[in-house]
Every structure is written in structure tokens, then in C-alpha cells.
């Protein structure tokens, strides 16, 4: 007899079979009554059949209808071309080859959160990756011998011709065209246009056309003044698609992707009308037809859209727009010369004595807060008798600050209330110095040699540690994502006992040890298990990058 999962099986089966063959006949028969009514056309009487007419609805435009139309005008359409690169190899290309854009970044004051750029969140691994001003795959940088296109949005905010739009569409680009709606079709590529300035704190960019005539522009907005559930509209050239117009609202605001330094100034505003590849640039408006935002980003698996979209507030890109225009062509902000660690848990805060406020992780030698007094341990919590929430709140306020100018500093050391009157610095000289000092630096004074080249941090095994195993060797406290010592299998809790035949029996033997590790070399620990004694010496080893 068979079981029931057998004649389930059968039926489904004969189910199968049935449904195909009916719809195989079904096809078959349709096949022949499509050839029986051909010719049919010239036998039959369509006489009493009315001819439709077109109603002229007197129904006013809507809201996004008049914003298109005003506004559509000022919308540009951007294609770059990267040129081949001297030396390249003609004819020959990477056929895996996909364009990896750089993240917006650039350095940021007080901020030394360890978790570089893409090792964020993983939903936004490829954020960045999916930039959409029209990078698409194989949009290379010229490397490959041939001449490469791009595509993006901006608008008019000048009619002397002044364009706003994103660093990233340009970035890379030898030459730039932009394309006016009112020019016609047969114009390939559009007029010539040139950089003014750029700023990759905030992936923005502004360019330049000549014109003899004045051109439409747009109108900025208040950023600050949009609330969520606000409806905004979005135009730009997706897929080349010039004067797309989009619907959504504001989805959240402040929404702040990159984590650590490359985040520091890229706080968007989230919207859910539909952005896609080549709307990089173009603007995101307000029911006034004012501009919100610069759209910039979006989050997707598919290179499309996907409901969420992130736009530059407009508040940020009148300062940015301003200081790229001025005589410098560059923003200019404000540093004090200390890193810390954003995202503190709560227990620092309790234990430290503070709510709010920033804990100093590093001074700069030699650099404005280490000349006011500040040192590492302190604990930030007032800016001009202001008191401040976190990081990004001390950073956009220093950030703001002219260099040169002073800021009056309320901190917290042992308990302590205490005030220190800083000179704000450049931020771009500090942090050179920063990269400058660093570069300079001993390995001992950049830090543990075997945290720096093996991605180790080690202490003395202990005396009972050393009873179970009968052997010295160093106790394995943490190992670095992604470093030298976790791809060759390394754990904390291992004792290292000897590298290279070298004893390890102490710290000192060990740093010795570690010290003379050049990139290159084969590298053969012998660890032992606490755990496990009985399992002997085990043999990790690989080739020091």
C-alpha cells in the first residue's frame, strides 16, 4: 500500500500533467481559431459604431504639475567623459570591472571611530556602490584605453550660469557638458561647462556654463523648516531620461549613513520618491517649488530604486555653494585638533560622571586644544556656555568656525568643572599635520607593534597558565577583524609560544620578535590551548602582507 506522501505525490503529479495539457490544447486551439478569423475585417459592418472623441477636461493643474513646469527649466542634464590615460592599455579591459566610487568623505575633527568607511552597516555595504549619477557597470577611470561617459542632474541657481550639483558625478570627469531643456536634441552632448569648486565632505559640487542671455534658476528652500510626512518632488535625468519628474515625501531627516569621519557632515534628508541612476544632482522640492535638497544617494541590492533616497539639505549646500564660489573656491572649517569615539555606552557616561558631552580620546601635539590645555581623558561638555548633546554636535559647531576666530570650551577632568579659551584651527592644515606626524612616527610611537602589523593584542601568560601548559608564551587578549592573525586562525585565548622558533615566554621577547617582522616574511606561530593542553602545539603560519 503506499504511504500518503507517496500518493500525494502522484496526485500532484497527475495535477501537473492535466494543468499542462490543458493549457497546451488551450494554446493549440487558439492557435486555430486566430488563423479562422483572419480576413474577417473586410466581411463585417462596423457601421453603427461611434467614433470616440477627446474630452477637454477644465480640471486646474495640480501642485506638482505647476512646480514641473516652473521649476523644470532650471533642471540640467550633466554627461562627463574620462578620457584614456597616457600609457593605458589600448584595446584591453577588465570585463568584471565595475566602477567603485569614492564615499564622500574627507577628514573630520574630533572623530576617530575605528570603523572605516563601508565596514558600517551591512544593509549599506554597497551604498556608496550604488551611487546614481550614472556610473554604471564598467564605467572605469580611463585606465582600460577607452573614452568613458557619465550621467547626472543639477540645476541652475545663478543666470549667469552657476550649476549645482554632486562632486561624485563629476569628480572623475576630463570634461563636462550640460544640456539646458530648451536645448534642442540634435546638440549631442550640450555646452562645455568647468568646475568652480568641490567639496567631498559633502559630495557637492559646483560648475559653470557661458551664456550670453540670463538662464532660469530655482529657489532655495529651508531645510530645517521640512518635516517628515512633507510632500517633496524630485526632477533630474534617471537612466538619461531628461525632466523626470518624481513624487514622495519626506521620509526622515538627519539620517547619517557613513559611519566615523566619513559621515561627519553627510546628515540627508530621506526621501521615498523615486530616485535611480543619473538623478544624482538634481533637486528635491518642496510644495513651494523650493529646493530641499540635493538628491545624492540611495539605499538598493539592484542598482534601482528601492524607496529610499537620500538628498543634501538645503541649508548645508547655501553655506557649501557660498564658500566654493568665494575667492578660495573651498570650504573652510573649523578644527580644534582632538579625536574621540562616538556612540560611548551608557556605562562611560555613568562611570565618568557626564550625560552629555564629548570624552577626549586624543589630543594633537602641538595643535590648538593641546596649546589651550586640553588633554585626553577630559570630557567636553560646553561650547561658549552652550551645552552640547554628543560629537556631532561639537563638530558642526567647531566645523562652523572661522579659523583664527576663538571659542571658550567648558570641560570636565576628575570631576572637575574647568574652561579653556581654544583658537580654532583650519581643518584641513590640522589634519595634514595629523597625517604628517603620524607618517613621521616610529613604529613604537604609532603603537603596539603587534596590534599594528598582526592585528594582535597580547599580555603575559599567567603563572597558573603557564603550570597547565609547561611552557612561558604570551595569552592572546583580542584579534583585529579582517587583520594578519584572524586570517591565519588565530583566537584570543591562545598562547603564543614561540614565532618563527623565536621564544615568546614574555611581552618583551615577543615585541623583539615582532619588531623584526617585515611585510614579506613567512610567519609560523606555535600556540598552545590553555583549554586543551593535551592537544599539544598547533602551527598557524602564513606570508606578512
Not at 51 to 79: R, Y
Not at 381 to 387: A, H, K, L, Q, V
Request: proline residues 6%; without cysteine.
Amino acid at each position: 500500500m503506499k504511504s500518503l506522501v507517496e500518493r500525494l505525490r502522484s496526485h500532484r503529479l497527475a495535477f501537473t500533467f492535466v494543468l499542462l495539457a490543458t493549457l497546451s490544447a488551450a494554446i493549440v486551439g487558439g492557435s486555430f481559431a486566430a488563423h479562422g478569423v483572419r480576413g474577417q475585417e473586410k466581411q463585417n459592418d462596423s457601421s453603427d459604431a461611434t467614433p470616440l472623441k477627446v474630452n477637454n477636461s477644465s480640471s486646474q493643474p495640480n501642485e506638482f504639475v505647476k512646480i514641473a513646469k516652473a521649476v523644470g527649466p532650471a533642471v540640467v542634464n550633466i554627461n562627463t567623459q574620462t578620457l584614456p590615460k597616457v600609457g593605458a592599455n589600448k584595446g584591453r579591459r577588465n570585463p568584471h570591472s565595475r566602477v567603485q566610487p569614492t564615499p564622500p568623505g574627507g577628514g573630520g575633527d574630533d572623530d576617530d571611530d575605528q570603523t572605516g568607511p563601508g565596514q558600517g552597516q551591512n544593509n549599506f555595504q554597497d551604498f556608496f556602490n550604488r551611487f546614481f549619477g550614472g556610473q554604471m557597470p564598467d564605467m572605469g577611470d580611463g585606465d582600460d584605453g577607452q573614452v568613458h561617459e557619465s550621467l547626472g542632474s543639477g540645476f541652475l541657481v545663478d543666470p549667469k550660469g552657476y550649476i549645482i550639483t554632486n562632486n561624485h558625478v563629476i569628480e572623475k570627469a576630463d570634461k563636462i557638458y550640460v544640456k539646458l531643456s530648451t536645448d534642442p536634441d540634435s546638440q549631442d552632448f550640450g555646452r562645455p561647462a568647468r568646475v568652480i569648486g568641490t567639496d567631498k565632505a559633502t559630495d557637492l559640487a559646483v560648475i559653470k556654463i557661458d551664456t550670453n542671455t540670463p538662464l532660469p534658476t530655482v529657489k532655495m528652500g529651508n531645510s530645517d523648516s521640512a518635516e517628515v510626512g512633507d510632500w517633496v518632488e524630485a526632477i533630474g535625468s534617471p537612466f538619461a531620461l531628461a525632466q523626470t519628474v518624481t513624487a514622495g515625501i519626506i521620509s526622515a531627516k538627519n539620517r547619517t549613513i557613513e559611519p566615523g569621519v566619513s559621515g561627519q557632515f553627510q546628515h540627508f534628508i530621506q526621501t521615498d520618491a523615486a530616485i535611480n541612476p543619473g538623478n544624482s544632482g538634481g533637486p528635491l522640492l518642496n510644495m513651494q517649488g523650493e529646493v530641499v535638497g540635493v538628491n545624492t544617494a540611495i539605499y538598493t541590492q539592484s542598482a534601482g530604486y528601492q524607496g529610499i533616497g537620500f538628498a543634501m539639505p538645503s541649508n548645508t549646500v547655501v553655506s557649501v555653494y557660498n564658500d566654493l564660489i568665494s575667492p578660495s573656491h573651498k570650504v573652510t572649517r573649523g578644527s580644534i585638533g582632538i579625536q574621540f569615539r562616538p556612540g560611548l555606552s551608557g556605562a562611560v557616561n555613568r562611570v565618568y560622571g557626564f550625560k552629555n558631552g564629548v570624552l577626549v580620546q586624543q589630543v594633537q601635539p602641538g595643535g590648538p586644544a593641546e596649546k589651550a590645555g586640553l588633554k585626553a581623558g577630559d570630557i567636553i561638555t560646553t561650547i561658549d556656555g552652550r551645552s552640547i548633546k554628543d560629537g556631532d554636535d561639537l563638530v558642526n559647531e567647531i566645523a562652523s568656525r572661522r579659523p583664527g576666530s576663538s571659542v571658550r570650551l567648558g570641560f570636565l577632568r576628575d570631576g572637575k568643572q574647568n574652561d579653556a579659551t581654544v583658537t580654532i584651527g583650519d581643518r584641513d592644515k590640522v589634519f595634514a599635520e595629523i597625517a604628517q606626524q603620524e607618517s613621521n612616527a616610529t613604529p613604537d610611537e604609532r603603537g603596539d607593534a603587534g596590534e599594528t602589523k598582526l592585528g594582535l593584542v597580547v599580555r603575559q601568560a599567567s603563572e597558573q597558565t603557564v603550570s597547565k601548559l609547561h611552557t612561558s608564551g604570551v595569552v592572546i587578549q583580542s584579534v583585529r577583524n579582517g587583520s594578519f592573525a584572524d586570517l591565519v586562525g588565530l583566537e584570543p585565548g591562545l598562547v603564543i609560544v614561540r614565532i618563527n622558533k623565536h621564544t615568546t615566554g614574555t611581552k618583551d621577547q615577543y615585541d623583539a620578535v615582532v619588531k623584526a617582522l617585515k611585510s614579506g616574511d613567512d610567519v609560523v606561530f606555535e600556540v598552545m590551548d590553555p583549554r586543551h593542553p593535551e592537544a599539544g602545539i598547533n602551527y598557524p603560519a602564513g606570508t606578512l602582507q
